[in-house]
């Protein structure tokens, strides 16, 4: 296949170079940014955590990101085929397909809690949030309903209608509006979690490193965080490399990309922990600290419906720009194995993941009972994807880029020391890293 390799895509299939970058921070920032990072990081050791966590960004996530974009543009296909357009060897390609499964087994719960933010941001605005205020229960009583399996069918046909629209009519525009209009909403939820009385002290807990917290237990989670927020291990990045152009600069692009979600992360911290302390609620809540304890800070706060409209909104933007790309994963995969049409193999990718969502959300309520290896099924998809999918597919991005295919540097426009450091990282500190959370998480080793 080596005549498509020196192909520029057509203008409909690639982005253009902003463009790229906002689906990129699309991508990575997510509800990993702003549900997630703020409760790992009250329950890790506050900023002693937030520190180990930008140094897994640095180190092992911002190579790999890069690693994963130059596949992509290197090989110009999807998850799968971009390997075997580089590589004479099957494996890396098969190997590249546990890509495809991940991006279902990650949708399977992602779209779920995607539609959470939905259901939230409406009632936030309507008030009826703010009815019972007992929040724990009302989560629980709505969680376990059918009111989610609604609202994930809105996720779903958003992502497939903006993913059926094509790369540049479709992707690319709808990260363009929706990114800068993430930042603004942050902005004004920043100001407005800042100057809440007693706010200092949420900002000291999120910033002030207190080492004697951190545990081999807290830096693991940091990194396989660095690896989720970035969206890496499960083809979104490749996937979206192999539309970019070969002007691009992808290090530079790459170097944006992290720190945007660096950024978003950054900023979501400064508005949970601050509203959080204001009301006098324990920052280490788990899951629950966006759902449970936030809408209690909400129904407390002047203005508060239209504040928590505001957050739960900014959740579902940032939520689905990843469902997006989460989708163009498979989506790429199945329009080129079976040269179906873009809206086809949308559709199809959408009506498989709905058939897993469901049971999903059910786990949350009547199927709360039904274990597989002790886990409900919302939580083995996480588990699965995030523990097993994401780590092995991490690896075989850092093993092929840097012991197997030799013209990395050149797709990547490193050479010198950047190249040398890239290359470092990706045959030394990232495969080590990513085989000890592997081994940690699946209960091999323990610390
Ligand atoms: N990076 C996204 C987030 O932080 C999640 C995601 C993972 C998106 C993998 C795409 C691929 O929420």
Redesign the pocket.
């Known amino acids: 296949n080596q005549n498509s390799l020196q192909l520029e895509p057509k203008a409909s299939d690639s982005f253009t170079s902003t463009g790229f970058i906002l689906a990129a921070i699309g991508?990575?920032?997510?509800?990993?940014?702003?549900?997630?990072?703020p409760y790992i990081t009250g329950m890790y050791g506050g900023a002693a955590f937030f520190l180990i966590f930008i140094l897994c960004l640095a180190l092992v996530g911002l190579p790999i990101l890069l690693a994963e974009m130059v596949i992509g543009r290197g090989g110009r296909g999807n998850a799968v085929s971009s390997f075997h357009n580089l590589s004479k060897t099957k494996w890396w390609g098969y190997f590249g397909f546990l890509s495809v499964l991940?991006?279902f087994a990650?949708m399977g719960f992602?779209a779920v809690v995607a539609g959470w933010t939905m259901n939230y941001a409406f009632t936030s605005l309507t008030g009826n949030l703010f009815e019972n205020p007992d929040y724990t229960a009302s989560f629980l009583s709505f969680a376990g309903g059918n009111m989610p399996i609604f609202w994930t069918i809105i996720t779903l046909i958003i992502t497939c209608w903006v993913v059926a629209k094509g790369v540049a009519g479709g992707i690319e525009k709808f990260n363009k509006v929706l990114i800068p209009g993430l930042a603004v909403i942050l902005v004004i939820l920043m100001i407005r979690a800042l100057t809440l009385p007693g706010a200092g002290e949420g900002v000291e807990f999120f910033l002030m490193p207190d080492f004697s917290k951190l545990t081999a237990e807290s830096a693991l989670v940091a990194l396989g965080h660095a690896f989720?927020?970035?969206?890496?291990?499960?083809g979104?990045?490749l996937t979206y490399g192999a539309y970019t152009s070969k002007k691009q600069s992808l290090g530079k692009a790459a170097a944006a990309v992290a720190g945007g979600?660096l950024l978003y992360a950054f900023v979501a911290g400064l508005i949970i922990f601050p509203t959080v302390f204001s009301y006098g609620i324990a920052p280490g809540q788990g899951p629950g600290l966006a759902f449970m304890a936030l809408p209690a800070a909400f129904a407390a706060m002047p203005l508060g419906n239209l504040f928590g409209f505001l957050f739960f909104f900014l959740l579902s933007i940032?939520?689905l720009t990843?469902?997006v790309?989460?989708v163009e994963?498979p989506n790429a995969y199945l329009m080129e194995r079976f040269k179906w049409s873009r809206a086809k193999s949308a559709t199809i990718v959408t009506l498989i993941i709905f058939a897993i969502s469901i049971p999903a959300s059910m786990s949350m309520g009547i199927l709360s009972d039904n274990l597989l290896f002790g886990k409900t099924f919302f939580d083995l998809l996480d588990f699965v994807a995030s523990n097993i999918f994401?780590p092995i597919g991490g690896l075989v991005v850092t093993l092929f880029t840097g012991y197997a295919w030799k013209r990395a540097g050149e797709e990547a426009g490193l050479s010198g020391f950047w190249y040398n450091a890239w290359m470092f990282c990706l045959k030394y500190i990232a495969p080590i890293m990513v085989i000890v959370i592997f081994l940690y998480s699946i209960g091999i080793i323990k610390f």
């Open positions: 991508s990575s920032v997510g509800l990993g940014n702003m549900w997630k990072f991940s991006a990650i992602y989720f927020s970035l969206s890496l291990g499960m979104a990045m979600d940032a939520a990843s469902t790309s989460l994963v994401l």
